[in-house]
């Protein structure tokens, strides 16, 4: 018996020895396409991510574009949408990550997301004037050198959303302030407004000086965790956005439920685009949604007042 035991158990391991992986290269994303491309408005070289919808159609349908900054890091995140895509629940659109190809973007991400030079920040991360404050420079390669191929390339239909985190939030609201007419709708979670003394309500409030209406499909969130500031300076600039009463504007806000400011990315990817996309932009000439705030609800919780 303990022979038979014995045999047995030569076997079983010899089978699984047998089984080998055999690894073949980095995972890729199906339907994408990449490329490498030196910018000559930043000077720098840029990792550029196409991710095509399931069942793309060039010759037959115009897609939506959503493009994502800091695209090395939350990428991911937003293709995770495809199968709420192939499931008619978000409207079929390209997506295009915006990344570096360098091996480190803990400094270029600061250099390219932020509009100005954070004194604070610069002294404690020992940046120089050229490692900060260049959105101005990343917006105009991205609508210079980086949407006209894209436009180019591929079968658009001139909707375009931008997805920006953390950093990337502070750049979507630079953009959304400063260089209003480059995107129909913005997903802007975790957003450091604390940059540069709270340089982006001064943004706002010269905007709102100057104009009398901000026809954009916005959704803002943060994390229901997050410290520093984020979850009351998110909610003073949605105040501060409805009591402006522009009337094609269309947004929402959300505390995601138990979330921190490094875990609620995913939900932000999917809960925004999920919010954007689906919401008529009064400015392309579609009937008014109204303004959004899901009831006053976030994860199942009413939205309160951080700073109380």
Known sequence: MRAITLLLFLICSTAAAATEYVRTGAAEFN???RYITESATVGDRFRVDVLLPLGYDPQNTKYPVIYVTDANYLLSSVAATYLAQAYAEYPKSIIVGIGWDVPSITR???RDLTPTCDAAYQQQSKLTDSECGQADKFISYINNELRPFIDAQYSTNGDSTLVGYSFGGLFALHVLFNHTDTFDRYVIGSASMNWDDQFVFSSEARYAKSH???????YLSAGELELDGTLSN???LYETLLQRDYPGLRIKMEFIADETHMTS??????RGLGFVLNT???RAGNKSAGNESAGNESAGKEIADPRN
Request: a positive charge.
């Open 280 to 282: 008529e932009n009064k």
């Open 31 to 33: 339907r994408s396409d």
């Open 265 to 270: 990315i995913s939900s932000m990817s999917m």
């Open 108 to 110: 270029i991400r600061v």
């Open 212 to 218: 009398s209406d901000l026809a954009k499909v916005v």
């Open 234 to 236: 998110a909610f003073r």
